[in-house]
Structures are given as C-alpha cells and as structure tokens.
C-alpha cells in the first residue's frame, strides 16, 4: 500500500519556523520526484517546493518562499523534509506532500508534474 504521511505541521507566531516531514511507503522512493504544496483557506492547491529524483539534487521553490522554505529528502529514512524559515502569516495553509514519477517541468511561470501519489497534508497556522 502506497503512504505518504505528513507530520510536522501546527501554531508558530510571525517570524518562527517549523520542519514538516513526510514518511512515504509503498513505492520506489528514490525513483520519484517529490514536492510541497500548500492549500490555503478558499484557494487552489499550490506547489511552493520540489526537488528531483535522489542522484538529482535540483530543487524548485515557487517565488513567495524562495530563501525562507528548504526542501531535502533522505533516501535512507524515505522522507522529505520541509524546513520553514521566518513564516508570515500568509504561509499558512494545509501543506500536502506528492510523489510524482515523471519529475517536474517548468512553464507559464512555475511548475507542473503528473502527481502519483498524495498525503492527506499537515496544517501550519501562522499567527501575526
């Protein structure tokens, strides 16, 4: 059975941090590319980072947490990590992670991939 299992997530004040963790199962980890998205209240489902297949050490941040938010993965424990730096309120969301075997690409101004597999997210509320 495929899992992927988010944790990490809670209530940090402007300006905190917090590391969300994401434990996959059921599937070649190292042969996926892996993301990020967060989902804000009343909004779409919105990629903020991505890194490639293990061997590829290429990441992708979307440009509202560029320099804050580090995405890395371990191959040995199956998880990628999301380290987030000096959050602003409009940071919160719930924050799902993604497996996608084809990798990512970028056009029209951020990137896309065919998604495999989906978490059931981790909420992270930023209070000003």
């Known amino acids: 059975e495929v899992q992927l299992v988010e944790s990490g997530g809670g209530l940090v004040q402007t300006g905190g941090s917090l590391r969300l963790s994401c434990s996959a199962s059921g599937f070649p980890f190292d042969d996926y590319a892996l993301g990020w998205f967060g989902q804000s209240p009343g909004k779409e489902r919105e990629g903020v980072a991505y890194?490639?297949?293990?061997?590829?050490?290429?990441?992708y941040y979307a440009d509202t947490v560029k320099g804050r938010f580090t995405i890395t993965r371990d191959s040995a424990k199956k998880t990628v990590y999301l380290q987030m730096n000096s959050l602003k309120p409009e940071d919160t969301a719930l924050y799902y992670c993604?497996?996608?075997?084809?990798?990512?690409?970028?056009?029209?101004?951020?990137?896309?991939?065919?998604?495999?597999?989906w978490g059931r997210g981790t909420l992270v509320t930023v209070s000003s």
């Open positions: 890194i490639n297949r293990d061997g590829d050490g290429n990441t």
């Open positions: 993604a497996a996608a075997s084809r990798g990512w690409v970028y056009y029209n101004g951020r990137y896309h991939g065919d998604i495999d597999y």
